[in-house]
DNA sequence: AAATAAACTCTGCATATCAGAGTTAATCAA
DNA sequence: TTGATTAACTCTGATATGCAGAGTTTATTT
């Protein structure tokens, strides 16, 4: 059976993900705002994407109040959409409008 | 932001129902079999979805050994059905085979 | 009828998730 | 220009989740 990567698997870090390849590179607090989660949480998602390659940070300092950028990264872009593909051979993801499961196909 | 069912947004169970759902009516074994899980593992989720309400156990007893035969209720079909569209609105699920990102789309 | 095996279920450990307290650094007010 | 305030993170510990294997029950096999 198909494997469902299990670090874009989780409902805040697909959203995480799934917004910062939308939306391009976001800081800290867009994300936190965005997301409407805790900072901690936040964090501690973004660590395990960080430390998987899937997102990079870029720290600015100097000018303002220190900012960390995050970003996707072309890995993390793959993984993504390795996984959407996954998703789709998984469900019965067919066409826009029609996602509902009509006839039941028998198993393998 | 859209919300995924936390239920049903972790690999083994998105696997599950969506084999229920695709299958119809499986034995505790054939699931086993089907998802290469261990017993204990299997249990635990089954129990979490049933407690939802998204599947249902009938259990037959008497003709050989005793079997709990699992189904997706209707309750866990719409489920599913509302995830995979929250899915679709969250990530680049455009049509088959175009499932690649092209270009980012500006943040709300 | 004793041994084997299938079909579950329970227990406990390991990891993940999460919120809020703590820390650092910049801006603002006087 | 310095003390207060606030934004931007980061760390800590408490709770929940995920998981494997040991344990239990019930049927077949010999």
Do not use: C, W
């Not at 998987?52 to 940070?57: G, H, K, P, R, T």
């Not at 100097?62 to 990264?73: A, D, I």
Request: hydrophobic residues 40%; aromatic residues 6%.
């Amino acid at each position: 059976m198909e494997e469902l990567d299990p670090l874009l698997h989780q409902p805040l870090r697909t959203q995480l993900v799934a917004f910062l390849a939308g939306a391009g590179e976001q800081t800290f607090s867009d994300l936190k705002r965005q997301l409407g989660v805790s900072d901690g949480n936040l964090d501690a998602h973004l660590k395990k994407l960080l430390a998987a390659d899937y997102v990079a940070v870029r720290k600015e300092t100097g000018k303002g109040r220190p900012q960390s950028f995050f970003v996707l990264t072309p890995g993390g872009r793959q993984a993504l959409n390795d996984y959407i593909r996954t998703l789709q051979r998984l469900l019965p993801i067919d066409a826009p409008g029609a996602e509902g499961i009509a006839t039941p196909r028998l198993a393998g």
